[in-house]
């Protein structure tokens, strides 16, 4: 939580790592547009298609977003003249793209999660306790 505001240090780390992945996201969906005739939107056309997709996935409604997600991208590419049919098929392959590489980036972590549970019952049974993540 709020508990690494007193160190400067991870403060700066955060606001740089989540700036990076943002703007990261950003050039992703723009090269997205490009490949996908929307070349001619600004940058700022992907920055504002992922805030307002930020605010509606913020909504869990469907596994995935599927819905939330394509009715987001309409609505902010609609602010840049984009009609409908461009709007969903460019939200598609980038929710493909971006829920592929979330698997591709979790695939190597499946093989410590047997472990990683056993840690955790561990940590339970030693501390008697339903939460075992409060013993530090």
Do not use: W
């Not at 007193?6 to 403060?11: A, E, F, N, Q």
């Not at 793209?97 to 549970?117: D, H």
């Not at 561990?122 to 501390?127: M, P």
Request: charged share 10%; aromatic share 6%; proline share 4%.
């Amino acid at each position: 939580g709020l508990s690494i505001l007193p160190d400067l240090r991870r403060v700066v780390a955060v606001v740089v790592l989540t700036v990076g992945v943002g703007g990261g996201s950003a050039l992703a969906l723009f090269l997205c547009f490009r490949a996908t005739g929307l070349g001619s939107l600004p940058l700022m056309a992907s920055g504002t298609t992922l805030a307002v997709v930020m605010v509606a996935v913020s909504i869990p409604l469907t596994p995935g977003f599927v819905g939330n997600f394509q009715i987001a991208f309409r609505a902010a590419l609609a602010l840049y003249a984009v009609g409908d049919a461009d709007a969903i098929a460019v939200s598609v392959i980038y929710h493909v793209m971006a829920i592929g590489i979330a698997i591709l980036m979790g695939l190597p972590v499946l093989g410590g999660l047997g472990e990683a549970f056993r840690l955790f019952e561990e940590r339970r049974a030693e501390t008697g306790s339903r939460d075992a993540m409060t013993k530090h």
